[in-house]
């Protein structure tokens, strides 16, 4: 059962800069925004009369008034023999249930967090897509996502991907307004922060020219999901692609390159007979051939719902060769955590289904 809606104020998403003018306006000195900053990004403190520095009384009212800090509660953890963590977690404003994962190297700390609770975007093989779109998610609640794998694992994330539940442009001011915070509040530079779209009519240049304007740079990594070589069969994928396109959606891209001097990052599931044939290879090279551009082929995380499967080894092979062999920049992306209960979207369905307790 969902929880009624939270009336209070979270706070978790506002800065340092902001926590101050917050506590001026609340009758207090400045530094009193400061130790909550400190609370929140720092201790990662869930709840705001666990801040002993601050008055009683203060915190008292606090209280009264509902104002918290927007900690999401777990509700069920699930650690693959890699390590990776996938987290279900329970909003504190309204219930909605939401993924994040975590991803540990030797080296790094990926979080792959998400934008929206659900997703508008029905893609065919995906299991989010499946129950549609509850609501876009505050900078505070992806921040948390942030947090609460920074807890799971004991360990500071150093990378970010917006490639979770959700389409990161159908939230774009939220998502820029995060990655501001991740930079500002969690020291993870723009270069380390991907944001992946499978694609939204109109909505590149506006990313650029947000991205340029409020955060005076845009570095961070564009991921565009393409995922088949031609519109018919990106259609079958892609519902939502009917809207937009595929040579739209590239010449939206070559514009995005321009504008930005960033790279593009391709995304391309692999699924077994249905798009990783040879000549589904040759015409993807042929689409972005002369691109600067980057393509991540993924091997298909299988989920229950549909019958796509994951290509053999040989097979990925040989399309890996071919975009090669076409002068394309490939990688393959490893698998993490494979199973069906870990592809993106199968423990809030699953939890769904079983209703959330
Ligand atoms: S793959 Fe991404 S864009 Fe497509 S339905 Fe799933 S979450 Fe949405």
Redesign the pocket.
Known sequence: MKKGPSQGLALLGMGQLALESWAVAHGQAAFRGRQIYDWIYSKGGRDINGISALPRYWRQKLSQDAINIGRSEELQRYIAADGTIKLLLRTSRDGETIETVGIPTTHRLTVCVSSQAG?P???RF?A??KGGLQRSLSTGEILDQVLSIREALNRRPSHIVFMG???PLLNIEVVLETVQSLTDDFGISQRRITIST?GIPKTLPILAELALNRLGRAQFTLAVSLHAPNQKLREAL?PSACIYPLNELLDDCRRYVRRTSRRISFEYILLEYVNDEPFHAEELAERVRGFQSHMNLIPYNPITEETFQCPSISRIDRFRKILERRGISVSIRASRGLDKNAA??QLRHRQSEEGVK
């Open positions: 997703c975007m029905a893609c995906c989010t897509g539940m959700g389409e499978v892609i993106c979207g």
